[in-house]
Each structure stands twice: as structure tokens, then as C-alpha cells.
């Protein structure tokens, strides 16, 4: 779905943000922004909520090789790294009314994408119960402490937190995400979920 009127459109919700509240803005705002008009926003997106959502997913992906993706300390710096870019931007999303929204489909992203590559893994290896909840488990917390890095309330570095984030990872889920092949779709649609 990348492409330059995306781009465009989501740099000009950015602009917007740095004198807007997210509440206040509306998609005639972005538009008036982007120069363009509403049908061409609603080709791409379905709302603001829509936009910012995207937004993390290409943030997210940006790390990831398309034809093979090594889950590693350096892979998940890489992703840190660039999610570390745009700090101000998910942080001021996280800082309004909407913050359980955005907590609530980061954690749906989270995982319905591990559930998605355990699915394709577990075709030719078998999982247990306690697999299965320790992976939730994870999932869960991991996005806590990606929410609390973003508002500085956890003082560790990209590096830091990467090596944390692989030690603390369940081994058999650091294997289906080594066995997986990403796509662009994977991340924007499993938020649509």
C-alpha cells in the first residue's frame, strides 16, 4: 500500500499534530494540509485511526528483510532504531483521549502477528498449551515495555532493550519467527483484524 500519496498524506498529518491535539484534527485538516481532497484520503485510509496504524506498521517492517527475517539482537535494534525516530510522533498519540485504543491494536498487531507465524510453524511442529500462553504472556508485556520506552519511563537504550527484549523472547517463538517469511501485508492488515 506504500506509496507516495501515503507518504504524503501521513507527513501532513504529522505537520498537523505538532500544532494540533489528535483529537482536534480531523481528515479535512490532513487534507487541507496534504492538498488533496477527502475520496483521495479514504482511497488509502479508512480514518486517522487508520493512518497512524499504518504509519507503525511501515515503521515496524522497515527492519525486517523481505525475503528472510533473522530474529536477532541486531534485527530488533534495527526496528528499535527506527521506531526511536518517530518517539515525539507515538508519543503524543499515546497522550490523548484515544491511548486505549492505540494500546488495544498494538496489542491485537502483537498478536495476531504471532499468532500468524506460530500458525505457519506449527504446520510441521507442535505446540503446547503452556507454548501457547507463555507466547500471549510475552506478547502482552512486550508491548507495555515498548509503551513505557516511549515515554522515557524506562531509561534504556535501543541496544538494551533489544537484548532484553531477544533474552526474554520464548524460545519456540524465536524459531517460528526465524522460520517466517514477512510480507508489506502482513503487519497493516492483521491491524485491520
Known amino acids: 500500500m506504500q506509496n507516495k500519496t501515503t507518504n504524503r498524506i501521513l507527513t501532513a498529518f504529522e505537520k498537523v499534530l505538532k500544532t494540533q491535539s489528535f483529537e482536534k484534527i480531523s481528515v479535512l485538516d490532513i487534507c487541507k494540509e496534504c492538498g488533496i481532497v477527502p475520496q483521495t484520503f479514504y482511497n488509502h485510509f479508512h480514518s486517522k485511526y487508520d493512518l497512524i496504524m499504518w504509519s507503525l506498521s511501515q515503521d515496524i517492517l ?7 527475517y533473522e530474529y536477532s539482537v541486531k534485527n530488533i535494534e534495527a526496528m528499535l532504531t527506527q521506531l526511536a525516530k518517530r518517539k515525539p510522533f507515538y508519543k503524543k498519540i499515546y497522550a490523548t483521549d484515544y491511548s486505549n485504543y492505540f494500546d488495544e491494536s498494538m496489542n491485537r498487531l502483537n498478536i495476531n502477528l504471532a499468532n500468524k507465524i506460530i500458525k505457519s510453524y506449527s504446520k510441521h511442529h507442535s505446540l503446547t498449551k503452556y507454548d501457547e500462553l507463555l507466547i ?58
Not at 522497515?62 to 528472510?68: E, M, V, Y
Request: aromatic share 18%; charged share 20%; proline share 2%.
Open 62 to 68: 522497515s527492519a525486517f528483510n523481505k525475503d528472510h
Open 136 to 193: 500471549q504472556y510475552h506478547m502482552y508485556g512486550i508491548m507495555r515495555i515498548f509503551k513505557l520506552w516511549i515515554f522515557g519511563c524506562t531509561a534504556v537504550s535501543t541496544l538494551e532493550l533489544a537484548k532484553f527484549q531477544y533474552s526474554e523472547t520464548p524460545d519456540i517463538l524465536k524459531r517460528a519467527i526465524s522460520n517466517y517469511t514477512f510480507n508489506s501485508d502482513d503487519f497493516y492488515v492483521l491491524l485491520c483484524q
